[in-house]
């Protein structure tokens, strides 16, 4: 483990020193999309525009006989398109793949400067996050990028879901952790074709009404089998000071479950999701920026209670010192959201 009064040092001669603060943009969404699709290519400008944050992915979903073509699309990307400075991020292949290396050092010394976040997929300890925290840092310093890019894990492997703790610690670089769904499932052996929400097997049961008939009048409701991990991944990502993220959903037609499954994140305290297709990302935008109704609520009791503490009714509901910090993480997210959006700022009366 590194030296406390080490944590800040530049890992290399010559790179750029390390963030203190991990910077909170609006992130209700990583747009994905496939950088070897000269479509997508072209459309993302219009996509950006709409998008929080936009992620050239190199990893699974692009064929192998389009790693190349997908790096060296992100490159062109990176160097020309007009993103109007919405973040680019991207996501690397794995580190055991044979791609990952020419992945990281061809973006950071092409593209280092646009380039905002790399996510590192199956993370499994603090182990993979040093090796990749030194190699960008050595990259860095080489290139001559100004600003450190920061690095973002997902977790997607019963192993690093063990560890998720000290992944989130790992490193001041470290900006953010996601959950990825469908290869978590497939490491813990869940019985799911599903990439994320729920499933019909994944029930609570209520207890008969007829103690002769067990079929009769049982009501059987699906449950999250998101629940533990997102709730834990929230714990590691907040207490090391960095941002949770709900991951993929892969039934994009399903708008409404879809809906569902990003709204249990965002409550449980994730600060966005990804967006796999351009419907998504109304979606995302919807239900990670708080209800309006919520806010005024949240605002009210602000107002009502100046100095935040003491105990209080308001609308018929106890207030005190720490339901008016609830208030304000709602407040505080809700202003953030409105400096840059005219429809949000009206919705929340700022
Ligand atoms: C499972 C674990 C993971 O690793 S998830 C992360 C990896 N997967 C991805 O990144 C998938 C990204 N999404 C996609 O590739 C596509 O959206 C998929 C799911 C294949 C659906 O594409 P498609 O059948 O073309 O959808 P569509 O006909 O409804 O498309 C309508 C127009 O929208 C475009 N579009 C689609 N997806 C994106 C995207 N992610 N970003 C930007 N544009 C996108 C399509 O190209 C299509 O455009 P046009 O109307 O033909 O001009
Ligand atoms: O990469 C994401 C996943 O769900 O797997
Ligand atoms: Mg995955």
Redesign the pocket.
Known sequence: MRHPRDFFKPLAVGAPEPVREIPVPPSRMI????PSNE??RA?LPA?AAKADIVLG?L???VPVDRKESARAGLVEVGKTADLGGTPLWTRVNSLESPWVLDDITTLVTEIGDQLDVIMIPKVEGAEDIHYVDRLVAQLEAKAGVTRPILLHAILETAQGMANVEEIAFASPRMQGISL?P??LAASRRMKTTR?GGGHPGYVSISDPTDAEDLEVGRVRAQQDPWHYTVARMVDACVSAGILPFYG?F?D?KDTVACEAQFRAAFILGCVGT?S???VQIDIAKKVFSPDPAEVAFAKKIIESIPDGKGVHMIDGKMQDDASWKQAKVLVTLAEQLAQDDEELKAAYGF
């Open positions: 747009h994905f999309f496939d479509k997508m459309k996509i992915n990893e699974d979903a990825g469908a290869d990439v993929p892969g994009i990804w796999l297709h351009p």
